[in-house]
């Protein structure tokens, strides 16, 4: 008899959970995997604010797949998932096909535009290692342009942050300790620099305690960040924005302008047809797509509904590797067609949103923490990850040691 194929799409936090956890579980002989990802590597997304503003190489947030899965369990394409024929039980690749019979579908996010105009032509956003190397390579370049030009353009010194949430707030920490580095090695006044974040919604960190906000807020604005809060984007333009509070119109001048205020789920997992809320599936309590119990879908991809307040947990790194170790527990009861599934529940142990160097703002295990305490915390969460994924020698090659 021919085993069971099982193919994980996306080796992000929860493909890469999901292989390596499964590839223990079961024999050689009792399955075939295929890991299919658009990249040889697989990179940290939880990183990618300081990969985009310049504050960390993007080579320190990405590591090889091969060095991480077993070759010897585990096949390995390095292809960009086409489509999805769920019907065919097949998957399309830009060069070729792949058939399963248990489906993975851990493709992550995609940006949420909400429909505004411009912002996929003209907006930078915060989703991968290419898109970090191009925003950072794109600000720099500003930078180095502006005493060049006879007639000085300070929108090329405006950088625009759509969004006061995680990765808004995050990335602004970032470039409140990389644009003074900038402005010394390209000799421009830092009084010229304008770093605005724009943000519709009442508050910035929405969801988080107020105290946390007011701390995250006035360091950011310590660090010369303008807020423009309960602020609507309503289109981005070449060279810029407009934006609306309270039905006054402005245009703001930016060359530089970075939309960080929303996902949705990979479009794949729309255009395969599953029901879904902004491309996310509400999948079952085993994590199986509705109606599809050979399809599993986790991480960013996945909706899973919070009972104590009705409404969606936000998307993780943190919930996308715990679905990780039980989807490869319920593929492992699939394959061999006996034991019983688990169900999945989050265990939410805190979130912890960086301010740059050495400051933080966060809850763990129920604990409000601020300043450096909060940082050292960060990195301890970023180095968790990676032990997760990779054991010990992976947090030496790519761990975050400057604890303090
Ligand atoms: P990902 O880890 O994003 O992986 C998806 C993988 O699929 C990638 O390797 C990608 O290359 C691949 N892929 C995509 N499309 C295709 C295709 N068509 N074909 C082939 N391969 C494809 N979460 C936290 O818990 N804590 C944090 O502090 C935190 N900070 C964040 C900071 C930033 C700047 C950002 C952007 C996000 C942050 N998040 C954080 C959220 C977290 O990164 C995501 O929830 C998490 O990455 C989701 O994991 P995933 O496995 O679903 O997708």
Not at 16 to 31: C, H, N, W
Not at 137 to 158: C, P, S, V, W
Request: some cysteine; overall charge negative.
């Amino acid at each position: 008899v021919r085993k069971p194929r099982v193919v994980v799409l996306g080796a992000g936090y929860g493909g890469l959970i999901t292989v390596t956890r499964l590839q223990k579980q079961i024999g050689v002989d009792e399955a075939e995997i295929t890991l299919v990802n658009k990249n040889d590597y697989h990179y940290e997304t939880t990183w990618l604010h300081e990969a985009s503003a310049g504050t960390l190489h993007h080579d320190r947030a990405r590591y090889q797949i091969k060095d991480i899965i077993d070759n010897n369990r585990v096949k390995f394409v390095k292809d960009t998932v086409v489509s999805i024929d769920k019907e065919a039980k097949k998957v399309v690749l830009e060069n070729g096909e792949v058939e399963y019979d248990y489906l993975v579908i851990s493709l992550g996010a995609h940006p949420e535009t909400f429909g505004i105009q411009g912002l996929k032509e003209f907006a930078f956003g915060i989703t991968s290692i290419d898109s970090a190397r191009q925003l950072r390579e794109h600000i720099e370049y500003q930078f180095a342009t502006y005493n060049m030009e006879a007639e000085k353009k300070d929108e090329r010194l405006t950088i625009v942050v759509g969004g006061a949430g995680f990765t808004g707030i995050e990335f602004l920490g970032e470039l409140g300790n990389r644009v003074p580095e900038l402005c010394k090695e390209y000799d421009i006044d830092f009084k010229k620099v304008r770093i605005i974040c724009v943000e519709a919604a009442p508050t910035a960190l929405p969801g988080f305690d107020p105290e946390l906000v007011d701390y995250a807020v006035n360091h950011l604005q310590k660090k010369g960040v303008e807020f423009r809060i309960g602020t609507a984007i309503k289109e981005c333009i070449e060279g810029g924005i407009i934006v609306a509070k309270d039905d006054q119109m402005e245009t703001i001048k930016a060359e530089t302008v970075v939309w960080a205020a929303g996902v949705r789920g990979n479009s794949v997992v729309e255009e395969a047809g599953f029901e879904n809320m902004r491309g996310r599936v509400k999948v079952d309590g085993y994590l199986r797509a509705p109606g599809h119990e050979d399809v599993f879908i986790i991480g960013d991809c996945a909706l899973i509904i919070n009972e104590e307040i009705n409404r969606p947990y936000p998307p993780t790194a943190q919930i996308a590797m715990q679905q990780g170790e039980v989807c490869a527990k319920n593929l492992a009861v699939a394959i061999r067609e006996r034991g019983e599934m688990a169900t999945f529940t989050p265990d939410i142990k805190g979130s912890v949103a960086s301010l740059g160097e050495n400051d933080a703002v966060g809850v763990v295990f129920g604990k409000k923490l601020v300043g450096t305490k909060a940082s050292f915390m960060k990195k301890v969460i970023d180095n968790r990850a990676l032990l997760m994924v990779g054991g010990p020698s992976l947090v030496l090659k790519k761990g975050k040691f400057n604890l303090l």
